[in-house]
């Protein structure tokens, strides 16, 4: 079964950085797109960037110009950079990884922005 396993969340002040990492094992990424979602508490989980296998990328309109995805093949890491933290970006933040239409899923790493 693939597994991914997110790491690097915590609490940051408002226009703080943090770069978090996924980690997959029991499957190579470097075929398969990629991508960062969040769910705030009372919200629906939401899309925050995707990564295709040639590394193209997209971006959630609030996060354009302040996160980077990106992804590392031989480490078999995606990566999310993120810059200029606001508060409501304070969401648990999932790693997605899709298998012809299947979507996987890791456990989340929590993200909060407050002073």
């Known amino acids: 079964q693939v597994q991914l396993v997110e790491s690097g969340g915590g609490l940051v002040q408002p226009g703080g950085s943090l770069r978090l990492s996924c980690a997959a094992s029991r499957i190579s990424i470097s075929s398969f797109h990629m991508g960062w979602y969040r769910q705030a508490p009372g919200k629906q989980r939401e899309a925050v960037a995707t990564?295709?296998?040639?590394?193209?990328?997209n971006y959630a309109d609030s996060v354009k110009g302040r996160f980077t995805i990106s992804r590392d093949n031989a480490e078999n890491t995606v990566y999310l950079k993120m810059t200029s933290l606001k508060p409501e970006d304070t969401a648990v933040y999932y790693c997605?990884?899709?298998?012809?239409?299947?979507?996987?899923w890791g456990q989340g790493t929590q993200v909060t922005v407050s002073s």
């Open positions: 990564i295709t296998p040639a590394a193209g990328t």
């Open positions: 997605n990884l899709i298998v012809d239409l299947m979507h996987f």
